[in-house]
Structures are given as C-alpha cells and as structure tokens.
C-alpha cells in the first residue's frame, strides 16, 4: 500500500487515509470479500455478499468479490465505480469516479469483462465493455467508451471500436 499513499496528495497520514478517503475504505472492504470469497463457510453463511452491498451503501462501489485487482490500485474519487466478476486489474492502475468495467452479454458463462494491465490511467465516466485487454500503460480519456483492445502505451478517447 505504500505507493497508494505516495501516488494520492494530501494524505497527512495512513490513519487519515483509512479513515477519510472513500477509495481506501472501498478497496479494504472488497479486499476482504475477495479473500473471504475463497473459502467454504464465509461463502455459505454469505459474508462475501454482505461486505459487497455494504461497499455499494458505504462508498457507492460496486467491485464483485470475484474481481482479481493487483497492488496499488487507486480510487482517488470513489464514488460510482462498477467493476464486474471476471475484470482483471493489474498492479499500479489509476481509476477515477464513474467508470464501469461491465460485459456486454449476461450470461454466467466464461470470461466477461476487460483485464487492465499494469500501470493503466482510466480517466472519469468511461465505460469499458466486454472481454477485452487494456495494454500496459495505456490511458484512457474522460467520457471514453471501450469496446475493443486498447494497445500498450496508447491514449485513447471517444468511442473506440
């Protein structure tokens, strides 16, 4: 977490950060419905759920327990962020308010929704449809819709098919 704190200006402390900045609060919670995901009995007695639509009450996020997200993922505007069971983020992605990381069918079946790679910078209000990769690097503009590949290094903005 160290480099989430060196990447977000005006954070006094990590205590401040825990207790004041949404994106944190939202991250610890789905980190703990991941790891409680992963076994029997906190499935069973429903736990993973239960922190999941208390993330959605608390932080207005919305990040399916089964979503795999790497290290230093940062939400420095937490409020409107969905991101669907099978989204894969990799290590150091930046993501700003209102972005969706949904599928573009409803089936259960298979992988549905983007990997991110590392480093990637998602700007606000983008919508990011189906299974496709964002590239290492990548950056993508405010108000952006995804339905296709994004290479590494690229800067994307507008409807990108």
Do not use: W
């Not at 060196?6 to 402390?13: E, H, K, V």
């Not at 590239?135 to 990108?160: C, D």
Request: aromatic share 6%.
């Amino acid at each position: 977490m160290g480099l989430i704190f060196s990447r977000q200006r005006g954070l006094i402390s990590k205590i401040d950060a825990i207790l004041f900045t949404a994106g944190v609060q939202a991250l610890i919670i789905y980190r703990l419905s991941h790891t409680l995901n992963n076994y029997r009995l906190t499935r069973m007695l429903r736990l993973p759920l239960f922190l999941y639509r208390l993330n959605q009450f608390l932080c207005n996020v919305d990040i399916e327990p089964h979503a795999k997200i790497g290290e230093n993922f940062l939400l420095p505007h937490a409020s409107g962020i969905v991101i669907g069971g099978t989204a894969e983020i990799g290590h150091n992605v930046t993501m700003l308010h209102n972005v969706t990381i949904g599928s573009k069918r409803l089936t259960d079946g298979g992988k549905r929704h983007a990997t991110i790679e590392d480093g990637v910078f998602i700007s606000s209000q983008v919508t990011i449809l189906g299974n496709i990769t964002i590239g290492e690097n990548a950056r993508i503009g405010a108000g952006s819709i995804i339905l296709a590949n994004v290479p590494a290094n690229a800067t994307v903005t507008g409807i990108h098919k």
